[in-house]
């Protein structure tokens, strides 16, 4: 006996299951209304299959199984009855999905319907295949398709265009079936069959080039179409606040965005249109916003002139003054996209951008403060840093490494003057002095041991901040590193103050270290720098007996220390304190390290430090090479994370490379063939003896040293044997213009192979001497630059000046390299650009 239907409609379910009190009551009338559609199921009753569907569809979107009923919907489809089609072509497109073998049994059904005299019946067809239809059904179906799209009906047509659409997301071979077609739906006056047809050439464009060329000559059409948007009056059928069809404007903005990409004149088509958009558009409400934010992504990314361009920048600045805090991220995130293409008309904005930094919403301070780091360069540098540091003081913590790292290498950069540097960085280390990276601090040790004149204010300075505060880290390490080195200028000269200088005993100072040795900040650095800097300054002249003593008596304390680093120190420092006047030598100020960049690490989503301008003069080799990364005396900038891995020879290649000014500590010359030996292989040897291993960051490895193996004494077993006849090197001339001949010569090692050295030579045949030689170089994105410090940047004549480089290329691969020079000849200033691969086949050995 077959169970007894309780519920003979569907409107007499739903009122059945609200009327449930549990939904353990509401699970059990589900389960029984189930078994009950199933055994009508099986009695084939016709006429009771209809209202079976569409309770088992509720039942569905209740979350309860039901997929027993797609047969039943298939016999639906079949039926001739149009209510019975459109309630099993819903079921089909609920139960059934593209990867269903059943769905076959679909494909049938939906080319008869499609071929259907009555348009409604048609359109169920083409709606249900443009939500289920697989590879296969869309190859079976194309053609039916491609005969709809030239409907007489625009009904139909819209339906088939979007079907077309399917069809190329499943089969994109199948592109070319509709091009024809698709081009005859542009020229349609219905709003509806317009606005599929250019989603359809839409994705046509995005998916083959062929047929971005075949739609470029659509554009006058377009603009014309988008101009009669812009220009008609009222019109109730199409009106959104205002606005007649921004649907479909934006759509045509989105196809003239592609169309004109890297094309002049389909650029210079459609450039009068998009400025009449801009200007006539009611940006108050939203609808406006969304058709002018296309507009200026459309002005972007085409070959606009530069007025368009500056317009739509400023629009994006408009949107910055919005209340939606949605459109002021949407602005904030364009403008960081679009900086390094006209810095100049992003800077307008400046103070509007600072003040979203002190915006509630945390994404819009960091898209803002992202925009910041962009926007410095020298003549805003001291504004923008203020304001950055004022925010750097109320900042989350997410952002402070970012922050201070971002900060020193804006200061690095664009520093008006040493005094400001250093200012600079003392108040980062100050407000956010456990946030700073290593190779930070580094480079600010590196600085004051660079600049004598301000070696006091300094260490006064520090010396006072520590007093202060001894909870920031890398304020501590600092502190303690520059006091123990300059202990001396100290105590000789006092405490720098506004007013007059304080004076300073040796005991105030060691007071201050031991200080730090116990607090509870100090960790295992803190230590080991605070030994090495308590026995710095007990080899000076200026520490009194008594202080020397206590230090001794530290240094003994610790040579039982359970921690062997800080055990290890201590034993080597007492031994030293026993060794006499050697102490002294062993113990002197350390000589000015190499001048080098710090490592340009980019912070948050790749946004470099300081503005940069787009186009050639950002990217030295156009589009197949990796965009360059910048670089500042000779250093290539990197991420700090792919640091290790540059060390030692396997990161991502450094793309453009800056010859920088010659080194201030003077080099011994050496002859050439001995450069390119060490090249890259040993640190060069000083012209003082280098000091034994001291405390300091140049204990540890520091991540903004050259790819190279720095040893902390140079001896002459360190360095490789010099090669007493090496072969005859092979010059190649790179450049040879207005009195100035750039050689480069090529070596190469079997033991190394896709390592070429080389060795670029500066003379000039003339009688004028070049000044301010500027020489910058990049390669491939698969291969990897390095450069050494250039002799010096004035040529004379008749001298020889010489840089050295290195490339590393896979192997078997040519080296390439894109030159640009930059000098004064004769007070005229001179700026070129070469390609260079003349280098012979095979440099770079077998691959």
Known sequence: MSRIMVYHNLKALIKGIRACKTVADERALIQQESAAIRASFREEDTYARHNNIAKLLYIHMLGSPAHFGQIECLKLVASPRFADKRL??????????????????VTNSLKNDMNHSNMYVVGLGLCTFANIASEEMSRDLANEIEKLLGSSNTYIRKKAALCALRVIKKVPDLSDHFISKAKNLLTDRNHGVLLASITLVTEMC???????NEFRNAVPL??????????????????????????LQVKVLRLLRLLGRGDARASETMNDILAQVATNTDG??????????????????IEADSGLRVMAINIL?????????NIRYVALNTLNKVVSMDTNAVQRHRNIILDCLRDGDISIRRRALELSYALINEQNVRILIRELLAFLEVADDEFKTGMTTQ?????ERFAPNKRWHIDTVLRTLKLAGNFVREEILSAFIRLVAHTPELQAYTASKLYTALQADISQESLTLAAVWVIGEYSEILLEGGIIDEDQPKHASDKDILDLLLSTLDSPYANHLTRQFVLGSITKMGSRHTTSAPQQERIVEVLAKYTTNPELELQQRAVEYASLFTLGDLKVGVLERMPPPELKATVM?????????????????????????ASP????????????????????????PTSASTSPQPSLSPQPQKSSVQDILGLFDSSPNPASPAPAPGPGPSTSASAFTLPQTQTQTSSPSSRPPQQPAAPRLTSYTAYEKNELKITLTPQTSAARPGVVNIMARFQVSGSNTVSGLNFQAAVPKSQQLQMLPMSNPDVQPGATETQQMRVIAPPGSNVRLRLRISYTLAGQAVQDQVDFSGFPPGLTGTA
């Open 206 to 212: 995005q998916i083959d080039e062929n047929c971005l």
């Open 407 to 411: 900060i020193s290498l804006a200061a």
């Open 222 to 247: 377009l603009v014309r179409n988008l101009k009669a948007l812009v220009t008609t009056g009222y019109s109730p059928e199409h009106d959104v606040a205002g606005i007649t069809d921004p649907f």
């Open 88 to 105: 099993g072509y819903l079921g089909i497109m609920l139960l059934l999905d593209e990867n269903q073998e059943v769905l076959t049994l």
């Open 629 to 652: 990364t910048p670089q500042v005396n000779g250093q290539s900038t990197q991420n700090n994370q792919d640091l290790l891995a540059e060390i030692f020879g396997t990161s991502t």
């Open 317 to 325: 600045g408009k949107f910055l003054s919005n209340r939606d805090n």
């Open 601 to 625: 690490g980019v912070v948050s989503e790749n946004k470099p430090v300081g503005s940069t301008r787009g186009g050639k003069d950002a990217d030295l080799l156009g589009d197949d090479i």
């Open 284 to 301: 108050t409400k939203n609808v406006g916003n969304s058709i002018l934010y296309e507009t200026v992504l459309a002005v972007l990314e």
